[in-house]
């Protein structure tokens, strides 16, 4: 019986597709959560607070030192970052319960992503309006605009309304809803 003809050779040869596969697909998960990361960093102005709110989403009810066991980032960093998100309404934290006597420690969840989507909602609507009205604020040329439009607003609903399309604009152009492509209000 030659070599080529061991039945073991087999089995390790799709052990070692398995291993392939698994290593990546490991790294395409890797590279989804850091486009994650990425986005959330945007949102919540930092990376290291973006990997805090991804590891609660994914570990709820964590401490502050559990965090920084799963995040890798420093104790330090997580208790500060942690109660700046906690001021900003994004990690809730209660005491955690314990049957022993002894120093019972805060433990944190993160708020649901849509629930962060409409915790800026109102600062973008905001931004949206300064640069739409930028001519004002600059004592430029206002013939362009049309003072009779409404200010831009966002409104934010479950992935279960009927209506998930997204439209920008302002409120003044909602008539126009129907005739147009959908972009004049977000509604996502």
């Known amino acids: 019986m030659s ?3 061991d039945p073991h050779d087999e089995p390790e040869e799709s052990g070692d597709v398995r291993d392939r596969i698994e290593q ?4 395409a998960v890797e590279q989804f959560d850091e486009g994650i990361v990425d986005l ?11 990997r805090i709110y991804v590891h609660l989403r994914q570990h709820p009810e964590s401490t502050s030192e559990e965090i920084a066991e799963g995040t890798g980032l ?4 997580v208790r500060e970052a942690l109660a700046a998100l906690t001021e900003e309404e994004v990690v809730t934290r ?15 969840s993160a ?3 849509s629930d962060l989507v409409n915790t800026i909602v109102g600062d ?7 640069v739409f009205n ?24 479950d992935a279960d309304e009927e209506d998930d399309g997204i439209d920008v604009g302002s409120d003044a152009d909602d008539d126009e809803d129907d005739e147009n492509d959908g972009l004049d209000d977000i509604d996502a």
Do not use: C, F, M
Request: proline fraction near 6%; avoid cysteine.
């Open 74 to 77: 420093y104790p330090s960093t």
């Open 111 to 113: 708020i649901s992503p």
């Open 40 to 50: 959330l960093a945007w949102v919540l102005d930092t990376e290291t607070r973006a």
């Open 3 to 5: 070599s080529d003809d």
């Open 24 to 27: 990546e697909a490991d790294r």
């Open 94 to 108: 209660q005491k955690r319960e314990s049957d022993g006597a002894g120093n019972n420690p805060y433990e944190y």
């Open 124 to 130: 973008i609507q905001a931004e949206l309006n300064t």
């Open 134 to 157: 930028l001519d004002d604020h600059l004592g430029g040329d206002t013939a362009t605009l049309d003072t009779e439009d409404e200010p831009v607003t966002i409104s934010v609903e």
